[in-house]
């Protein structure tokens, strides 16, 4: 079942004995138990006919004897068990899923993780249960996710803003609706979510970030590369040499991509590199910029430069030196 058609459940009371959320997005496993909690039992109700265990302080004896238990002054009752996957023995629930109580609603929320569909419990979650699989969303679709989700609060955005917010955040789905509705609660909706806003509401440099970087170096920018490779040097821990060369390996990884593909019209290029459309351009410019063969040897940097931040043949140069000796490399290679 998807997410709406069991948002709707919960809406219309029309709800199964036992829904089973799993996967590695925790995001949409978090908002459904929420909605479960503050909707499906009336608050004046919710005392007596509601209960949430953690899967690491619970057993499946208690979790079934709650869930055996009758309403009180209600409809339903509502049994939640957040962090599921730290439940001992899970697979003995099956004996619950056989003979449900009818007037308990029983929400699973396995998360991060997700069940052997060869061992038994598994092939009979489908035949027991309600089950919701929150597949993790890739970086490529993050732009997309943001603007639908500020295009249904009536909000707008600068593409330049989604493209800083996702280089910053990465597919952190909570943390990224965190950081939307602070900024929706100072931002107007007449007016689009710029830069300025997020540098400073959230505290993301519109100028000093990843992105930016990434889009300075595609330029051959030596200055405002620099200024940028300056700036991380004194914040060391919001950008580490590890991250930074990570986000550079799958950019120029793009770049070659790009080259290699015949087709480059703006709907086939973003396919192949999975990017939004608005970055095209980014990429343009940086294959004019690298050829084929300056890419290769820039790719050996990047691994090479990875080793010596961890250690390997390096015991003396710091993260700062590290960078700024690798982005030098880069821009001459």
């Given amino acids: 079942?998807?997410?709406?058609?069991?948002?709707?459940?919960?809406?219309?009371?029309?709800?199964?004995?036992?829904?089973?959320?799993?996967?590695?997005?925790?995001?949409?496993?978090?908002?459904?138990?929420?909605?479960?909690?503050?909707?499906?039992?009336?608050?004046?109700?919710?005392?007596?006919?509601?209960?949430?265990?953690?899967?690491?302080?619970?057993?499946?004896?208690?979790?079934?004897?709650?869930?055996?238990?009758?309403?009180?002054?209600?409809?339903?009752?509502?049994?939640?068990?957040?962090?599921?996957?730290?439940?001992?023995?899970?697979?003995?629930?099956?004996?619950?899923?056989?003979?449900?109580?009818?007037?308990?609603?029983?929400?699973?929320?396995?998360?991060?993780?997700?069940?052997?569909?060869?061992?038994?419990?598994?092939?009979?979650?489908?035949?027991?249960?309600?089950?919701?699989?929150?597949?993790?969303?890739?970086?490529?679709?993050?732009?997309?996710?943001?603007?639908?989700?500020?295009?249904?609060?009536?909000?707008?955005?600068?593409?330049?803003?989604?493209?800083?917010?996702t280089e910053h955040i990465g597919a952190n789905l909570s943390k990224i609706a965190n950081e939307l509705e602070k900024l929706m609660l100072v931002v107007p909706k007449n007016k689009k979510i710029s830069n300025q806003d997020i540098e400073l509401h959230i505290g993301i440099s519109k100028d000093f970030n990843i992105f930016e970087l990434q889009n300075e170096i595609g330029k051959r920018n030596i200055y405002k590369t620099n200024q940028i490779i300056q700036f991380f040097s004194k914040n060391t821990k919001n950008y580490h040499i590890v991250s930074i060369i990570g986000s550079l390996f799958s950019f120029f990884q793009k770049l070659l991509t790009y080259h290699f593909t015949e087709n480059k019209s703006k709907s086939n290029i973003a396919s192949v590199l999975q990017i939004n459309p608005y970055f095209i351009n980014q990429y343009e410019k940086g294959a004019n910029n690298y050829s084929k063969k300056q890419i290769f040897k820039i790719i050996e940097y990047l691994k090479e430069y990875d080793l010596k931040s961890k250690g390997v043949m390096n015991k003396s140069f710091t993260q700062n030196h590290l960078l700024q000796e690798l982005i030098f490399k880069i821009l001459h290679a």
């Fill in 1 to 165: 079942m998807n997410y709406k058609d069991i948002l709707a459940d919960i809406t219309d009371k029309k709800t199964s004995p036992i829904y089973f959320l799993v996967g590695e997005e925790p995001y949409y496993i978090d908002k459904l138990c929420n909605e479960f909690s503050n909707k499906l039992i009336k608050k004046e109700e919710r005392d007596f006919n509601q209960v949430v265990f953690y899967g690491k302080d619970t057993n499946i004896e208690e979790i079934i004897l709650e869930c055996k238990q009758f309403p009180f002054g209600a409809e339903k009752r509502l049994v939640i068990i957040k962090e599921a996957q730290s439940l001992k023995n899970i697979e003995l629930l099956d004996s619950y899923f056989d003979n449900p109580q009818l007037t308990t609603v029983l929400v699973i929320a396995y998360k991060k993780k997700s069940i052997d569909k060869r061992k038994k419990f598994g092939k009979n979650l489908n035949k027991k249960t309600i089950v919701f699989e929150s597949s993790k969303i890739y970086d490529n679709q993050i732009p997309t996710w943001i603007l639908n989700y500020l295009n249904k609060k009536e909000f707008k955005i600068e593409n330049n803003a989604i493209a800083i917010l």
